[in-house]
């Protein structure tokens, strides 16, 4: 399984983005899907999930402004990004898994398979 991320760039604060996770090998029917982001010194932080069985979970820092959803025709996962902040500027990676259990959904380490990442920079 492989995943590719992209749709990343530049952008104003206060703007969208939409970064989409395209899977090959296997699709993500099944799965439960997330994105997590990493900023120049930091760990590698939780952002947003989609749950096998439909329910999304978010970061408190994007709740209410990030999107995350998957289209199954399409097999690609979508985080759409409304109202951004420099706070938001990280390399963006998708990561898919086929066995998660409901309690490791924010933890990276249980996630088996990821994208190469997507650099977002947003400018204040």
């Known amino acids: 399984v492989q995943l590719q991320a992209y749709g990343g760039g530049l952008v104003q604060a206060g703007g969208s983005l939409r970064l989409s996770c395209a899977a090959s090998?296997?699709?993500?029917?099944?799965?439960?899907v997330a994105w997590f982001r990493q900023a120049p010194g930091k760990e590698r932080e939780f952002v947003a999930a989609l749950w096998r069985g439909g329910n999304t979970y978010y970061a408190d820092s994007v709740k209410g402004r990030f999107t995350i959803s998957r289209d199954n025709v399409k097999n690609a996962v979508f985080l759409q990004m409304n109202s951004v902040n420099p706070e938001d500027t990280a390399n963006y990676y998708c990561a898919a898994d086929w066995s998660m259990i409901l309690s490791s959904i924010r933890y990276a380490r249980h996630y088996d398979y990821w994208g190469q990442g997507t650099q977002v920079t947003v400018s204040s």
């Open positions: 090998g296997r699709t993500f029917s099944g799965s439960t």
